[in-house]
């Protein structure tokens, strides 16, 4: 099947779009070459070295809106990972977030990416119901109520390294509730898009809801035994 391109706003002139913003795919590399990034569905992973992209999906106007969304959530993600990094033993550390709307537009954004690349389109991703009203939220910054959570992920490699791993966006079901999950330069973050949102007592350490934000800091887990995760680790490890 051949993709056509077609943005949101009907242009059929679309530029190169990457689904993780190139410049968090850089800093995954930490001195290597090219970065491990999974997705699940996927044989083997994949050395990239600046991360996967699609040119069929938006046109140069709503790439550039993503791109002032992208900014805020890599300088976002490269606090939460300075700040992990440094959190010696502690089970949370607290990451400024001034403008929490633009983090859950970041992260809606990337979610969005990975659903409408031909890579989320063959294998049948979708938002649902709540499509349209992430869409509106990424490119008319329209109001939406997506309950977010970050995290600092340590998982460790062999030798016991943290691996500040990449995973492409999944959906999964937590609390009762769908959730989307993504990992990037081991920064994990969680986005309800279902209807019910999160019950109050959430509320705390939601990320689009507070300035600075509370990210759990996980417990040190070896690649090869990360619960939910496990499948796309067994993806990632079988080669092609
Ligand atoms: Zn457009």
Known sequence: MIAIPSCICGSPNTVRSHIIPRALI?????????????????????????????????????ERITGDIDRYGV???????????????????????????????????????EIHSGHGVKRGLTLGTASDRICQAIFKDGDVSAPTIVSYQQFTGERNERVPVGIHPFRV?????????????????????DGRGLPAKFDGVRADLNDPVRAAVGDPRSLSDVGILQGIFRDMRSRR
């Open 26 to 62: 850089h800093d995954s590399k930490e001195g290597e070459q090219a970065v491990a990034y999974g997705e699940r569905g996927e044989a083997g992973h994949r050395l990239r070295q600046s991360g996967k992209f699609d040119q069929n999906i938006l046109c140069e106007e709503h």
């Open 173 to 193: 079901r937590m609390f009762d509730r769908i959730f989307w999950q993504f990992t990037v330069v081991g920064c994990g973050i969680w986005i309800c898009t």
């Open 75 to 113: 300088d976002f993600v490269r606090v939460l990972n300075i700040a992990g990094q440094s959190a010696k033993g502690s089970s949370a550390v607290y990451v400024p977030n001034s403008n929490p709307k633009l983090l859950v537009r970041f992260a809606l954004s990337v979610i969005w990416r």
